[in-house]
């Protein structure tokens, strides 16, 4: 036990002890002081985010946009030309085919994009037995590498592969669908919508989550069929999302490469009527003389016309809600 003298010390320390030392404070628990947080910039945590954009991103852009009024090439510095590449592509025939085939991609997937992921999302949200495994095998193909997509539907549209064994075996015959210009291209854009159903499903399967059921329910009881439904609840409860799958799709198709590339070849199929323009900047900027100012020209050119369908897109959304 304690004498009242030391007692009486102790207490005559504490109230003489001097305020506790700056950035720490009392925790009301026995006295022990905690050290308070420094208030940090919100700059420090994106700085790790803005070096990624500005050297995979900004620095690439700015090189390919300086590339673009050079004649550099692969192993060569290059100089200044001005307009000469722009004034080139004018006169390119593999740059108009290109332009083309690029439009045409568009023009045929983006509808296709934008319509059956909607009808498939309507589909898989209803309560049938075993729609679950269906949910999963409609996304199987987006996970699936491009390659091994690529490769698998060559196999299949091959002269000898597994649609043309089916087509014999009905008495239609062969079909050149790797051998024929508009064939190939529409095969793979068969590819490209096939590859992209799942994606653009779980975003409508979200947006049809917060579509009040009551708003059904009271145009099936005003005498609306299924489709009178679609078209009067459905798709105007959901415009803002096909707006967005619209130019995500728009933007992906223009710049397609990959699955024209593994079913057309490098050369862009027969006599190169195949091409795409993101093939063509390939074919024309790599290699040891691969002319690397004239394919930042055409890669100038595609990014300006994928930000002009954006600005479409988004316009024409404007112009429904005004």
């Not at 900004?58 to 192993?75: E, I, Q, V």
């Not at 592509?89 to 992921?117: C, E, K, Q």
């Not at 917060?210 to 409860?237: K, M, Q, Y």
């Amino acid at each position: 036990m304690k004498s009242p003298t030391a007692t009486k010390a102790a207490s005559s320390d504490i109230s003489t002890a001097g305020p506790a030392p700056k950035g720490l404070r009392p925790d009301g628990r026995g006295g022990r002081r905690i050290r308070r947080q420094l208030p940090t910039s919100p700059w420090l945590f994106a700085a790790p985010g803005l070096v990624i954009v500005a050297v995979f991103i900004l620095y690439p852009f700015l090189s390919t946009l300086n590339n673009a009024f050079t004649d550099k090439r692969t192993l060569i510095p290059g100089e200044y030309v001005g307009l000469a590449n722009f004034r080139e592509l004018l006169h390119d025939d593999m740059f108009w085919i290109g332009l083309r085939n690029s439009t045409l991609y568009v023009l045929v997937v983006v509808p296709a994009l934008v319509l059956l992921p909607l009808l498939l999302a309507m589909l898989v949200q209803k309560h049938i037995p075993g729609i679950t495994f269906f949910r999963s095998a409609f996304y199987t193909p987006v996970v699936a590498s491009i390659v091994v997509v690529g490769l698998i539907w060559v196999w299949m549209l091959d002269e000898r592969g597994l649609v043309n064994a089916v087509l014999e075996a009905v008495g239609v015959g062969k079909v050149g669908f790797l051998s024929d210009q508009w064939l190939l291209l529409f095969s793979a854009m068969a590819v490209t919508v096939w590859k992209g159903l799942g994606y653009y499903m779980i975003i409508y399967l979200a947006a049809l989550a917060n579509v009040p059921r009551e708003l059904h329910e009271a145009a099936a009881v005003d005498g609306a069929g299924a489709v009178r439904r679609f078209f009067s609840v459905t798709v105007p409860a959901v415009r803002s999302t096909m707006v967005l799958v619209g130019a995500l799709s728009s933007v992906a198709a223009f710049k397609v490469f990959s699955e024209v590339y593994l079913m057309a070849g490098p050369t862009g199929g027969p006599a190169g009527e195949d091409t795409t323009l993101v093939m063509l900047v390939q074919r024309v900027g790599t290699g040891l003389t691969g002319r690397v100012g004239y394919a930042s020209a055409i890669s100038v050119v595609v990014f300006v016309v994928t930000v002009a369908l954006m600005l479409l897109v988004l316009r024409a959304d404007r112009k429904e809600d005004a």
